[in-house]
């Protein structure tokens, strides 16, 4: 720990509906990373780190950073941009198969897509890597990759793939994998009970459609539900629970508009289209997601939590069941655009912040 | 400069408004094209609401847009003018490469890859090109004088 910064418990007087949040502090487990993007937890208290720019950094349990990156990743991972190297995430059986998978843009800036591969981790190297998916079509310009995975209790896997932003219209069509959800087994293939197996207008891998650049994906062990959110563009934030088949608008429907002020659509809603079950506007650019199931917060447990990158700050959405029953802004304090919100094995809150001299930092009851 | 001041500035106001405006319908219409090509069904009503919205949100952006790259496209024209006599030409054509140049030029700057929608295709690209030219066009008409001791007749 190189930093310990103690946040104010006034909060806690001051903001009544706040007590439960206020009471924490913060402490920098790492700094000087460029543009961090994911975090694993490893069982033995080691820690992987993505970072944008192509590379994967270990920690050490004792929170040392080492200085060389893992060795074996792949050498056409296009960085640029929003492009680089996205999610990193444990295989189910990760202490005997020692798998990881990765998410990265491959390709160029005039033709690149969203890269899926796997390796076996051991002594600072991924032996073995290979890519076992690549999203098509290929796209130009580096913006809207998605890029965050989950794995499901049948050991599939989803992976949230962007618009490309210059092609939202391939959203509403399932045919591609533009602005969809994609559900894969771990070698890269369709199971066979994906929604639209059978349906030669979609393609196999595709798990549902119509969203825009979804940047945080999770699954709720106990009611099996998996939230995701995503990018509006100007307004339009959402978080969806996401359910295999659903058309989730994109861009037929948003509250949001062009960056130009342009409108996009008259609807915010439309039949035969999942409405959002959160929706920011104005925007705060949500990034990893997390619902809380750790000890050390007792009063945060069953909330999500979702990153913010323009809002700077993490956005606790309340639940009861599928329904939301209150929101708070935490951690606004620090002023850093948090690229992800993990809960750690240890039960703190953990965030990476997105910027060329980005942390991870902790969050733990102040007492 | 008497004349320059009372004959060029409304005409590049005017010529910045009216690109502004044809921009924006032409932004409205083209994602309204865009859902229809999808398959959704449009009202008379959207598209009323749609191009006016536009034209408050939208056609705000294009002005600001528009009056910085029509000043300097315009003073190049002017002094294209020595050499190429035909002045609604010119004008139009210093509009539209305007257009063109600033097009690309915000897509450079920001980060989506195309930061105007209806510019994604060269058709759209081709049309805001033409309304900077219509806007260009109208300002040679507009701002022509005769006074020998301009550059700018």
């Known amino acids: 720990m190189k930093k310990l910064t103690l946040l104010s418990a006034f909060l806690v007087m001051v903001l009544p509906a706040s007590v439960n949040a206020a009471d924490y502090r913060v402490e920098t487990v790492v700094e000087g990373l460029e543009h961090p993007w994911s975090i694993a937890f490893l069982p033995d208290g080691s820690r992987l780190v993505t970072e944008r720019v192509g590379r994967l950094r270990l920690i050490d349990p004792q929170g040392q950073l080492r200085e060389e990156a893992i060795a074996g990743l792949p050498d056409d991972i296009h960085v640029g941009g929003q492009a680089g190297l ?37 002594d600072n190297t991924l032996s073995n890597f290979e890519e076992i998916f690549r999203t098509q079509p290929a796209k130009r310009g580096s913006a809207h990759y998605g890029g965050r995975m989950v794995f499901l209790p049948d050991d599939t896997l989803l992976l949230t793939m962007g618009d490309g932003f210059d092609y939202r219209e391939e ?44 940047q945080g994906l999770i699954h709720d062990p106990r009611t099996g539900w ?27 429907v948003t509250h949001g508009v062009d960056y130009t002020g342009a409108r996009i659509t008259p609807f915010t809603e439309k039949d035969g289209m999942v409405s959002p079950l959160v929706d920011w506007t104005p925007s705060i650019a949500p990034s ?16 999500l939590f979702n990153g913010a990158l323009a809002a700077r700050k993490v956005q606790r959405v309340m639940l009861e069941e599928d329904r939301v029953v209150g929101e708070e802004s935490i951690l606004e304090e620090l002023g850093r655009r948090i690229r992800d919100v993990r809960t750690g094995p240890d039960g703190a809150l953990y965030l990476l912040t997105d910027h060329a001299d980005g942390e991870v930092l902790r969050v733990v009851p102040a007492n | 400069m008497k004349h320059l001041l009372f004959k060029c500035l409304p005409a590049w106001v005017l010529a910045v408004l009216i690109t502004a405006v044809l921009t924006s319908v032409v932004q409205s219409l083209a994602n309204l094209q865009a859902l229809q090509a999808m398959g959704v069904a449009l009202e008379p009503v959207h598209w009323v609401e749609t191009v006016a919205l536009d034209l408050v949100g939208f056609g705000a952006f294009m002005a600001v847009v528009t009056a910085p790259t029509f000043l300097v496209a315009f003073m190049v024209a002017a002094v294209l003018l020595r050499w190429i006599p035909s002045r609604g030409f010119v004008f139009a054509v210093a509009g539209a490469l305007g257009m063109l140049g600033v097009v690309m030029l915000l897509d450079h700057l920001t980060p989506p890859p195309t930061l105007i929608a209806a510019t994604r295709t060269w058709v759209g690209t081709g049309l805001f090109m033409a309304c900077a030219g219509v806007g260009g066009l109208l300002y040679g008409l507009l701002s022509r004088f005769r006074d020998p001791d301009l550059i700018f007749d």
Do not use: M
Not at chain 1, 111 to 117: A, D, K, R, V, Y
Not at chain 1, 199 to 205: F, G, L, T, V, Y
Not at chain 1, 226 to 238: C, I, L, R, W
């Open chain 1, 171 to 214: 959203a509403q069509d399932p045919s591609n994998h533009l602005g969809t959800t994609l559900r894969l087994d771990r070698d890269g293939q369709a199971p066979a009970d994906n929604p639209f197996i059978n349906d030669p207008n979609a393609a196999d891998e595709v798990y549902s459609y119509g969203h825009r650049n979804a």
């Open chain 1, 86 to 122: 996205k999610d990193v995430v444990l295989a189910p059986d990760f202490e005997q198969s020692a798998e990881v998978f990765l998410t990265y843009a491959c390709g160029t800036r005039t033709s690149n897509h969203l890269c899926l591969g796997r390796g076996e981790l051991s």
């Open chain 1, 288 to 303: 990893g997601l997390t619902l809380y199931d750790g000890e050390l917060f007792p009063q945060w447990q069953g909330d």
């Open chain 1, 226 to 252: 998996v939230f995701s959110n995503e990018h509006g563009p100007k307004g339009g934030d959402e978080i969806n629970i996401i359910e295999p088949g659903k058309n989730y608008g994109w861009p037929v």
